[in-house]
């Protein structure tokens, strides 16, 4: 008995579904197994966009047929955000005549709330580019550096996870976790460090702990479009090395760091590592769409969002050396680096076990706001 190929839906007479043409389908669909990966993507895309854009399923019935949309991750990650952001920042370089400065720069401060009159320059018609706009500098008195804590914040921005560092992982944000090891890379030489160093442990974070009875202690901050784009010192501590990761630069928008794993260790990120006076320190400057300019103000040889990358890859570079031993010191509150619109800070630092944060997550903080202290 012969079988029908059709995909049977409700009774057309009560109507919601058209008969499919089964047979035909799966022959038509079972073609891509035998294209390239890059082509199957290709060919899937417009269908998974109209996938998850058309109401009320309407492409649903061709999942039972065999077809599978791409993820939305899958779909995500597939954009090109490193040659979005290189063009972006080519764009952001061409001189604005000075008539139309302030309609554009108008714009912008609309649409993310900049206080410009904490501008060191008011005058929108200074900024001859959009890049100089991003990377405007603050009136001296505009971000008081709080001396009466030992940590403060390195940039205006939105605290998104602090406390603790456990288990080896770091909270991205709220019930969202990436491992230590793979957002800092395999631990640097102890010869680089200035410290003495308590007998290393069986763990990757056990052994960033240099002193008995000290705790190992993180914070996120989110820098948002409309921010200040700088980030300074937070603490008295002394670099000693730069690893530069280049990688994607997706969005860190905390939306989009929920549903993608281990976000923070898939982007670009330059990560600065020493010591202050309770140990390990580090601060990490996390690239995003359009940020991948990352700039650190005392390293000349840091070149960041290159056109092309191994996967995985990263370069070391110790500024300890036969005629510079100490390293880079930097003071509370020194300028320290810039990013091109928007990113996140990550610190992770070692502190004795009383260290407390003075933060609730989801605030706002501004530069030089107290984090923490003994």
């Known amino acids: 008995?012969?079988?029908?190929?059709?995909?049977?839906?409700?009774?057309?007479?009560?109507?919601?579904?058209?008969?499919?043409?089964?047979?035909?389908?799966?022959?038509?669909?079972?073609?891509?197994?035998?294209?390239?990966?890059?082509?199957?993507?290709?060919?899937?895309?417009?269908?998974?966009?109209?996938?998850?854009?058309?109401?009320?399923g309407a492409l649903k019935p061709l999942t039972r047929v065999g077809w599978r949309p791409v993820s939305r991750v899958a779909l995500y990650k597939s954009v090109p955000t490193r040659l979005l952001s290189?063009?972006?920042?080519?764009?952001?370089q061409v001189e604005l005549p000075t008539w139309l400065r302030k309609p554009v720069y108008s714009l912008y401060i609309w649409t993310f709330g900049v206080n410009m009159k904490e501008a060191?320059?008011?005058?929108?018609?200074?900024?001859?580019?959009?890049?100089?706009?991003?990377?405007?500098?603050?009136?001296?008195?505009?971000?008081?550096?709080?001396?009466?804590?030992?940590?403060?914040?390195?940039?205006?921005?939105?605290?998104?996870?602090?406390?603790?560092?456990?288990?080896?992982?770091?909270?991205?944000v709220k019930g969202v976790t990436y491992s230590l090891e793979s957002f800092l890379g395999p631990r640097v030489c102890t010869e680089e460090l200035h410290f003495s160093r308590a007998p290393s442990g069986n763990s990757f974070q056990q052994q960033l702990v240099t002193k008995e009875g000290n705790e190992l202690y993180h914070c996120v901050i989110y820098l948002a479009p409309g921010d200040y784009h700088c980030f300074h010192s937070p603490t008295d501590w002394r670099v000693s090395h730069r690893r530069h990761f280049p990688g994607s630069l997706m969005s860190v928008n905390p939306g989009v760091a929920r549903w993608i794993k281990e976000?923070?260790?898939?982007?670009?990120?330059?990560?600065?590592?020493?010591?202050?006076?309770?140990?390990?320190f580090s601060l990490t400057a996390v690239g995003a769409t359009n940020v991948g300019s990352i700039r650190i103000y005392f390293d000349q040889d840091l070149h960041t969002n290159s056109p092309s990358y191994s996967k995985g890859s990263y370069n070391d570079f110790s500024f300890i050396?036969?005629?510079?031993?100490?390293?880079?010191?930097?003071?509370?509150?020194?300028?320290?680096?810039?990013?091109?619109?928007?990113?996140?800070?990550?610190?992770?630092?070692?502190?004795?076990?009383?260290?407390?944060?003075?933060?609730k997550a989801g605030q706002k903080i501004r530069f030089g706001e107290a984090l923490g202290s003994l």
């Not at 009774?11 to 199957?40: I, N, V």
């Not at 940590?151 to 770091?170: R, T």
């Not at 976000?263 to 390990?280: A, S």
């Open 1 to 56: 008995m012969c079988q029908s190929n059709t995909l049977q839906g409700p009774d057309l007479h009560t109507g919601k579904w058209l008969q499919f043409p089964q047979l035909a389908l799966r022959r038509r669909l079972g073609q891509l197994s035998c294209m390239s990966r890059p082509a199957l993507k290709l060919r899937s895309w417009p269908l998974t966009i109209l996938y998850y854009l058309l109401p009320f």
């Open 86 to 92: 290189r063009a972006w920042g080519r764009l952001n």
């Open 120 to 172: 060191a320059v008011e005058d929108l018609h200074h900024y001859r580019n959009l890049s100089e706009f991003f990377r405007r500098k603050l009136k001296p008195q505009a971000r008081p550096v709080c001396c009466m804590h030992s940590v403060i914040s390195p940039s205006d921005g939105k605290i998104l996870n602090f406390g603790q560092v456990k288990n080896c992982e770091v909270e991205q």
């Open 263 to 280: 976000l923070f260790c898939h982007n670009e990120r330059v990560v600065l590592t020493g010591d202050w006076k309770h140990g390990f």
């Open 321 to 359: 050396s036969n005629n510079n031993k100490e390293g880079i010191p930097m003071r509370k509150g020194e300028h320290l680096g810039e990013f091109n619109l928007g990113s996140t800070i990550v610190l992770i630092f070692e502190a004795p076990k009383d260290f407390k944060f003075h933060l």
